[in-house]
T-cell receptor, first 113, second 114 residues
Framework: DTEVTQTPKHLVMGMTNKKSLKCEQH?????MYWYKQKAKKPPELMFV???????INESVPSRFSPECPNSSLLNLHLHALQPEDSALYLC????????????FGSGTRLTVV | AQSVTQPDIHITVSEGASLELRCNYS??????LFWYVQSPGQGLQLLLK??????LVQGIKGFEAEFKRSQSSFNLRKPSVHWSDAAEYFC????????????FGKGTTLSVSS
């Protein structure tokens, strides 16, 4: 299995809702990442987990809450989002070293109404 | 500061013509360099990567890139473009250690004309 699987592919949520994005990989990668991408822009790093521990938090608002329950799974919990949070949310994973690149999922298209 | 510059925001190439997308980087340590492609609404697909050895690297879909340390460049090339190559292309730089974030350039939009 050489994929990063993200669910759901599309999500519409209201500003008072609570929802979660899920990311899964079975490649044995020990680093996992959340990126946010707005239209016509490059991905922006949100969080990095290394060996299931949060290692980087790029000053992301607390309405985004990451969780790494095990080495294969990464969640992003969403609460009280704003319309400007609408974007493509990409998950990625990498080996213990960067030699083999970063594998990206196909993303979750989030719309906040 | 670490950065990646893609000077061309949008390039249009005729089908069958050659392509070169430019990428310049600024990175304090030994860079790990990547090119990714993204079709509309899709995730990022790795085209190729460089971290050591031969400075000319081959990737998928007929793409290649050349690392030039003296010019801090990692330009992407393809000898003959196909209409299906129309997409957004991102150059990125990272470090050796796991958990180090990729730094992306702003991207180049490739259009292919018939």
């Amino acid at each position: 299995d050489t994929e990063v699987t993200q669910t759901p592919k599309h999500l519409v949520m209201g500003m008072t809702n609570k929802k979660s994005l899920k990311c899964e990989q079975h490649m044995g990668h020990r680093a996992m990442y959340w990126y946010k991408q707005k239209a016509k822009k490059p991905p922006e790093l949100m969080f990095v987990y290394s060996y299931e521990k949060l290692s980087i938090n790029e000053s992301v608002p607390s309405r985004f809450s990451p969780e790494c329950p095990n080495s294969s799974l990464l969640n992003l919990h969403l609460h009280a989002l704003q319309p400007e949070d609408s974007a493509l949310y990409l998950c990625a994973s990498s080996q213990a070293t960067a030699n083999y690149g970063y594998t990206f999922g196909s993303g979750t298209r989030l719309t906040v109404v | 500061a670490q950065s990646v510059t893609q000077p061309d925001i949008h390039i249009t190439v005729s089908e069958g013509a050659s392509l070169e997308l430019r990428c310049n980087y600024s990175y304090g340590a030994t860079p790990y360099l990547f090119w990714y492609v993204q079709s509309p609404g899709q995730g990022l697909q790795l085209l190729l990567k460089y971290f050591s050895g031969d400075t000319l690297v081959q990737g998928i879909k007929g793409f290649e890139a050349e690392f030039k340390r003296s010019q801090s460049s990692f330009n992407l090339r393809k000898p003959s473009v196909h209409w299906s190559d129309a997409a957004e292309y991102f150059c990125a730089v990272g470090a050796y250690q796991a958990g180090t974030a990729l730094i992306f350039g702003k991207g180049t939009t490739l259009s292919v004309s018939s």
